[in-house]
């Protein structure tokens, strides 16, 4: 399954060397070709220590990594909503990602103008919220008024979306997003049909920029608000240096590290903002391995094993018989699956299992 998340934010944030970033993480598009080929759209695999640590012990000939495509959405401007600046074509193109990741400029720098004219990332992430929640209004107020005279037929599905609308309909008029109203199952299945901005789960990118003065590390007020505001929202959030992360993809493995400690930069932001978004897709990986091959296949969180067993071959879900599945620590303990079965840690389980992330599974089929 191919997922993607937006990149959104003002103008002079990094956004584009972020996605460079990301870019460089890229995976071959043979292994995917069902991806996207398109210059905004970045097909990068999800880490996963695991799949090395399989392929070693399987000597597999190849390892191929769980993905995520990133797209570069153009650039917002605050009455994008009502056309500003490339509005709609920024409106239509969030409208087509499964969810967001909002970059935040955490940096002054004199170099980089910034739209508002001064570096305040809680009003920017305002900004942007507000014309998402604003082309929200637009669209569920026309909805309302269409669903109103259709649903008076008595149509079920037509009164549980008016029942929907009128409960999202306050909230957006509020200020607040969509995905904040409570929602029953036979309700959220409603919404997303309504293909809404600010129904899309969202996580918020605080981009630094090595050798200027960062929000977080300046330790004031602009940074206490923006915890305070991540702490209310409830929001998953990451804290990258886009550019040092885009210089160091030149840099070879061996000496990565000692380039990080130079620049004050321990962690691998990009990782984490992959890891990040595959989360917020709501995403798991099983694992299959062996000499030709060492794979992360992707599946919803929850799904059950022949849907799991989908991801490989359709067969493995119409003619599902069984799984046997192990987690992939108590494999590798056991070295092989052969010693694995030998010691009774390979599992059969049937149509019911819930696959857990890190299953190593093999199927059975008719």
Same mark, same amino acid.
């Given at each position: 399954m191919s997922l993607s998340i937006g990149i959104v934010g003002l103008p002079n944030v990094g956004k584009s060397t972020l996605f460079n970033a990301l870019t460089k993480k890229g995976v071959p598009a043979e292994n995917y070709p069902f991806c996207t080929i398109d210059p905004s759209v970045g097909v990068v695999a999800v880490p996963d220590f695991?799949?090395?640590k399989l392929s070693a012990m399987s000597n597999t000939q190849k390892i191929v990594? $769980?993905?995520v495509e990133f797209v570069d959405?153009? +650039? /917002?401007?605050? +009455? $994008?909503?009502?056309?500003?600046?490339?509005?709609? =074509? %920024?409106l239509t193109h969030i409208r087509e990602v499964d969810a967001i990741a909002e970059v935040v400029r955490m940096f002054d720098d004199e170099d980089v103008h910034h739209v508002a004219g001064e570096v305040d990332p809680v009003h920017d992430i305002e900004v942007i919220d507000l014309e998402l929640v604003l082309a929200d209004l637009q669209t569920v107020e026309k909805r309302v008024e269409r669903v109103e005279r259709d649903a008076r037929g008595g149509d079920k599905e037509l009164l549980v979306e008016l029942d929907v609308l009128k409960k999202i309909l306050p909230v957006l008029r509020?200020? !607040?997003?969509?995905?904040?109203? =409570?929602?029953?199952?036979?309700?959220?299945? &409603?919404a997303k049909g309504l293909h809404l901005l600010t129904m899309k789960p969202i996580l918020y990118v605080l981009n630094r920029k090595s050798?200027?003065?960062?929000?977080? $590390?300046?330790?004031?007020?602009?940074?206490?608000r923006l915890k305070q505001f991540l702490e209310d929202s409830g929001a998953g959030y990451v804290i990258v240096d886009a550019g040092v992360e885009h210089d160091l993809s030149e840099v070879h493995d061996d000496? *990565? @590290?000692? %380039?990080?400690?130079?620049?004050?930069?321990?962690?691998?932001?990009?990782? @984490?903002l992959i890891k990040g978004g595959y989360?917020?897709?709501?995403?798991?990986? %099983? /694992? #299959? #391995?062996?000499?030709?091959e060492t794979r992360a296949w992707t599946i919803p969180r929850g799904a059950t $094993?022949?849907?799991?067993?989908?991801?490989?071959?359709?067969? %493995? !879900?119409?003619?599902?018989? *069984? @799984?046997?599945?192990?987690?992939?620590? !108590? /494999?590798?303990?056991?070295?092989?699956?052969? !010693? &694995?079965r030998e010691k009774g840690l390979v599992r059969a389980e049937g149509k019911e299992y819930v696959v857990q992330d890190g299953d190593v599974m093999e199927f059975r089929h008719s």
């Amino acid at each position: 399954m191919s997922l993607s998340i937006g990149i959104v934010g003002l103008p002079n944030v990094g956004k584009s060397t972020l996605f460079n970033a990301l870019t460089k993480k890229g995976v071959p598009a043979e292994n995917y070709p069902f991806c996207t080929i398109d210059p905004s759209v970045g097909v990068v695999a999800v880490p996963d220590f695991r799949l090395d640590k399989l392929s070693a012990m399987s000597n597999t000939q190849k390892i191929v990594p $769980a993905i995520v495509e990133f797209v570069d959405i153009a +650039g /917002l401007v605050k +009455g $994008a909503s009502e056309g500003e600046g490339l509005g709609n =074509q %920024f409106l239509t193109h969030i409208r087509e990602v499964d969810a967001i990741a909002e970059v935040v400029r955490m940096f002054d720098d004199e170099d980089v103008h910034h739209v508002a004219g001064e570096v305040d990332p809680v009003h920017d992430i305002e900004v942007i919220d507000l014309e998402l929640v604003l082309a929200d209004l637009q669209t569920v107020e026309k909805r309302v008024e269409r669903v109103e005279r259709d649903a008076r037929g008595g149509d079920k599905e037509l009164l549980v979306e008016l029942d929907v609308l009128k409960k999202i309909l306050p909230v957006l008029r509020e200020g !607040k997003a969509a995905r904040t109203v =409570q929602l029953g199952e036979e309700e959220m299945k &409603a919404a997303k049909g309504l293909h809404l901005l600010t129904m899309k789960p969202i996580l918020y990118v605080l981009n630094r920029k090595s050798g200027t003065v960062n929000v977080d $590390a300046e330790n004031g007020e602009r940074w206490r608000r923006l915890k305070q505001f991540l702490e209310d929202s409830g929001a998953g959030y990451v804290i990258v240096d886009a550019g040092v992360e885009h210089d160091l993809s030149e840099v070879h493995d061996d000496e *990565r @590290a000692d %380039f990080r400690r130079e620049l004050g930069v321990a962690d691998d932001g990009i990782d @984490a903002l992959i890891k990040g978004g595959y989360a917020l897709l709501n995403l798991i990986s %099983f /694992l #299959t #391995t062996g000499e030709k091959e060492t794979r992360a296949w992707t599946i919803p969180r929850g799904a059950t $094993a022949p849907e799991a067993g989908a991801a490989i071959h359709t067969d %493995f !879900k119409d003619k599902f018989i *069984r @799984a046997e599945v192990i987690h992939w620590d !108590k /494999l590798l303990e056991c070295g092989s699956w052969t !010693k &694995a079965r030998e010691k009774g840690l390979v599992r059969a389980e049937g149509k019911e299992y819930v696959v857990q992330d890190g299953d190593v599974m093999e199927f059975r089929h008719s």
